[in-house]
């Protein structure tokens, strides 16, 4: 029953940044991982960031570790991933999801229970 809605995409040049926002209904996300993946055409979805809502600690794929940063609100519900220095192999569709299993830190995209319908991100060289 839970809905995830992902916002914030859009075209770039390489160095510039984006927020993207992840609305989340018909539950909370406390004490739950919620991550960031994403998808370019004719490759694997793969992960961006993590983080458990319970405690704010936060997980990041190497390609993005200092330049993306992964943070929660849960007055809004509402999850963010600020991506800056942005560079063209960061494009593709950006997914939100919601693990409600017992894995810590999922990485996985099979892992996941509810998946936003995606944001596209394009970076411009």
């Known amino acids: 029953q839970v809905q995830l809605v992902e916002s914030g995409g859009g075209s770039v040049q390489a160095g510039g940044s984006l927020r993207l926002s992840c609305a989340a209904s018909?539950?909370?996300?406390?004490?739950?991982?919620m991550g960031w993946f994403r998808q370019a055409p004719g490759k694997e979805r793969e992960v961006v960031a993590v983080?458990?809502?319970?405690?704010?600690?936060?997980y990041y794929g190497d390609s993005v570790k200092g330049r993306f940063t992964i943070s929660q609100d849960n007055a809004k519900n509402t999850v963010y991933l600020q991506m800056n220095s942005l560079k063209p192999e960061d494009t593709g569709m950006y997914y939100c999801a919601l693990s409600i299993g017992g894995i810590s830190f999922p990485v996985r995209p099979n892992a996941y229970n509810y998946w936003g319908q995606g944001t596209q991100v394009t970076v411009s060289s």
């Open positions: 018909g539950a909370p996300i406390i004490r739950k991982y």
């Open positions: 983080i458990y809502t319970g405690s704010g600690s936060t």
